[in-house]
């Protein structure tokens, strides 16, 4: 069965301190992973997918099959960071589009940025 | 990019009433959305996939006849709740996936309170 842990429900760091959102997986095929923000008072977005291998905002996240992980990260953290992120699994074709989409999401870890 | 939208925002209805949420994909088709619920402080939940031209495909543990699901079009999937329990209060999101090898987008939610 699928499943998404993000064992962080709270994350509080100072601005300009690095940052690293946790999140593990459980799945028996190959994942498809990717990060979704949600910004108060406005929908779920996507951040970043781990097939890109794309830095936005200046976050990154690297996919580390052997520790069934895909940490979010940042350097330095702004204030504007502060949000709900969620990490999520694809199944097979999730992005290439062959399969269904459904996503499995994590319960999500709000990020709290100290000015 | 890309548009998903969901009317109503936020609805109030009394218990055993019926309600209809409405997911709209605004530049796009969609031939699959995906309906999740999102309890305070948990998860999203996947509830249902919603397939145009055919019958959705709940996840296990969804009543189909009480989360009555129509894609009545390439751009609107609607969510109606039947005889609504307060136990139903939730805050209701779709989702829809642009096209092959696209990205997914949700709407910006639906909070149903059932009094």
């Known amino acids: 069965a699928q499943r998404v842990t993000q064992p962080e429900k709270l994350l509080s760091v100072f601005k300009g301190a690095p940052v690293e959102l946790k999140c593990n997986y459980s799945?028996?095929?190959?994942?498809?992973l990717f990060w979704y923000v949600q910004y108060s008072r406005q929908r779920l977005q996507l951040l970043l997918r781990?097939?890109s291998r794309e830095s936005i905002k200046g976050f990154t996240a690297d996919l580390n099959k052997g520790e069934t992980s895909f940490h979010l990260k940042k350097p330095f953290a702004q204030e504007e960071d502060s949000a709900m992120y969620y990490c999520?699994?694809?199944?097979?074709?999730?992005?290439?589009?062959?399969?269904?989409?459904?996503?499995?999401f994590g319960k999500g870890t709000k990020l709290s940025v100290i000015p | 990019g890309a548009v998903v939208s969901q009317h109503p925002s936020r609805v109030i209805c009394k218990s055993g009433t019926s309600v209809k949420i409405e997911c709209r994909s605004l530049?796009?088709?969609?031939?699959?959305m995906f309906w999740y619920r999102q309890f305070p402080k948990q998860s999203l939940m996947l509830m249902a996939t919603s397939n145009e031209g055919s019958k959705a495909t709940y996840e296990q543990g969804v009543e189909k006849d009480k989360f009555l699901i129509n894609h009545a079009s390439l751009t609107l999937s609607t969510l109606t709740v039947t005889s609504a329990h307060p136990e139903d209060s939730s805050f209701y999101i779709c989702?829809?996936?642009?096209?092959?090898?696209?990205?997914?987008?949700f709407g910006e939610g639906s909070w149903l309170t059932v009094v």
């Open positions: 530049d796009f088709q969609a031939t699959t």
């Open positions: 799945y028996s095929g190959s994942p498809e």
């Open positions: 781990h097939i």
């Open positions: 989702s829809a996936p642009t096209g092959w090898g696209n990205t997914i987008y």
């Open positions: 999520a699994l694809g199944g097979p074709g999730a992005y290439s589009g062959a399969g269904s989409y459904q996503l499995t």
